[in-house]
C-alpha cells in the first residue's frame, strides 16, 4: 500500500515565478492538508481539501492556492514566488480526519 | 487563538538518561499529536491522543494528556542515540478543523 506521495522532491525557482507541487493521498483517504515547514520551524497550516473543496485555511496570503481531483489527489499552487517562501512543503491525508499522514516533502528553494 | 508551546526547544542528553518534552496549548482540544521529524525527512506520526488521561507508549516513548491543565508529555525513558531527532506536538482544535504545530524539541541524545 503506497503512503502519500509527492512530486517532485526539489524545486528551485526565481523570485517571481510560479511553481506546482502535487500530492497523491494514501490509499483510501479523502482529505489533504498543506503544510509549509521553514528551516528550523514548525509546519504551518495552509490549507485542507475535502470533497474537491478547499474545507479550512490558514493564514496564507492568495498567492497560495489549491485544488483537489475526484481522485483525491492535490495540487498546491504557490504565485509570485518571494524569497521567504523557500521551505519544504508537505502534504497530508486522512480519513475522515483520523491521524494524518505525511508525505516526503518537496524541497521549494526560492532564489 | 490557538497556540501551542514546546520546551525545552533544544536538549541535549546521555544516552540511559529519562527526561520528558512539555507541550502547553491554549485552548481546548479534540485532539493531541506527537510527531518525530529527522533531518530533512517527513514527519512520522507516534501518537495521538484523544480524552483527558489518556496515556499511550511506544518503546521508550510515552505520551500522557491532560486536557484540564491543556498539557501533554512526552517522556524518554533511558535514551538511545536512535531517538536523537525534533519532535512536535500538534493541537487540532475542534473537529474538522486546522491542526496547529509547536515549535519543536530538537533531541541530541549523546553516546
Known amino acids: 500500500d503506497a503512503g502519500v506521495t509527492q512530486s517532485p522532491t526539489h524545486l528551485i525557482k526565481t523570485r517571481g515565478q510560479q511553481v506546482t507541487l502535487r500530492c497523491s493521498p494514501k490509499?483510501?483517504?479523502?482529505?489533504v492538508s498543506w503544510y509549509q515547514q521553514a528551516l528550523g520551524q514548525g509546519p504551518q497550516f495552509i490549507f485542507q481539501?475535502?470533497?474537491?473543496?478547499?474545507?479550512q485555511r490558514g493564514n496564507f496570503p492568495d498567492r497560495f492556492s489549491g485544488h483537489q481531483f475526484p481522485n483525491y489527489s492535490s495540487e498546491l499552487n504557490v504565485n509570485a514566488l518571494l524569497l521567504g517562501d523557500s521551505a519544504l512543503y508537505l502534504c497530508?491525508?486522512?480519513?475522515?480526519?483520523?491521524?494524518?499522514?505525511f508525505g516526503p516533502g518537496t524541497r521549494l528553494t526560492v532564489l | 487563538e490557538l497556540k501551542v508551546e514546546q520546551n525545552p526547544l533544544f536538549l541535549s542528553m546521555q544516552e540511559g538518561k529519562n527526561y520528558t518534552i512539555y507541550c502547553n496549548y491554549s485552548?481546548?482540544?479534540?485532539?493531541l499529536y506527537w510527531y518525530r521529524q529527522d533531518p530533512g525527512k517527513s514527519l512520522e506520526s507516534l501518537f495521538v491522543?484523544?480524552?483527558?488521561?489518556a496515556v499511550k507508549q511506544e518503546g521508550r516513548l510515552m505520551a500522557s494528556l491532560d486536557t484540564k491543565a491543556r498539557l501533554s508529555t512526552l517522556h524518554i525513558t533511558a535514551a538511545v542515540h536512535d531517538l536523537s531527532a525534533t519532535y512536535f506536538c500538534?493541537?487540532?482544535?475542534?473537529?474538522?478543523?486546522?491542526?496547529?504545530f509547536g515549535k519543536g524539541t530538537r533531541l541530541h541524545i549523546l553516546p
Open positions: 497530508a491525508s486522512s480519513l475522515a480526519q483520523i491521524t494524518q499522514y
Open positions: 490509499s483510501g483517504h479523502d482529505t
Open positions: 481539501y475535502y470533497e474537491e473543496e478547499e474545507r
Open positions: 485552548t481546548t482540544s479534540d485532539r
Open positions: 491522543l484523544l480524552s483527558n488521561g
Open positions: 500538534a493541537v487540532e482544535w475542534n473537529r474538522d478543523d486546522k491542526i496547529i
